[in-house]
């Protein structure tokens, strides 16, 4: 196995090489192990004293009113955002907003579009005498309402198309 030629030159070729650390520190003082002795001043004598100020309030105190003071009334209305509530064809945990109960929903099947294009579909194809009335019967054609149980409102609508 090969290996590289070894390094000669510890510097850049056609310049001089940088010079040792000993000459370019110059003498380097030594120090003894010890306490360091620090210098004794009079801080006193070499720090003014901070003035002096007088003790006032910084805002002058109010007048007096003759009449009371009332603040204005504040109404908070509470707006319940319900995120991720899908309305398929199965009763869903939801908030109402107008009871303002957490409630399951009671489902309302009415007849819809795809109920009646299934139905035109089943006449075409010769279904006459009431087979095609069928899909009318099937609540897995119809569309979905939901309702609160409690106040009766609708929560939300599914429609198959």
């Given amino acids: 196995m090969a290996s590289a030629p070894p390094f000669e030159t510890s510097s850049l070729v056609g310049y001089p090489p940088p010079p040792p650390y000993e000459e370019t520190m110059g003498t380097v003082p030594q120090y003894t192990p010890g306490p360091m002795p620090y210098p004794q001043t009079d801080v006193k004598a070499t720090q ?41 064809d199965t009763p869903v945990l ?17 007849s819809g579009a795809l109920t009646w294009l299934s139905c035109a579909g089943l006449a075409i194809f010769g279904c006459f005498y009431g087979c095609c009335l069928i899909p009318f019967c099937v609540n897995s054609l119809k569309d979905v309402t939901h309702r609160c149980p409690s106040c009766h409102r609708t929560l939300g609508v599914y429609t198959r198309i």
Avoid at 58 to 87: L, N
Avoid at 98 to 108: A, D, I, N, P, R
């Fill in 48 to 88: 003014p004293p901070y003035p002096q100020q007088a003790y006032g309030q910084m805002y002058p105190p109010p007048p007096p009113q003759a009449q009371p003071v009332t603040t204005p009334v504040v109404s908070v209305q509470t707006v319940y955002v319900q995120s991720g509530v899908v309305f398929r």
């Fill in 94 to 110: 939801v908030h109402c907003p107008v009871c303002t109960q957490h409630v399951t929903s009671q489902l309302e099947y009415t």
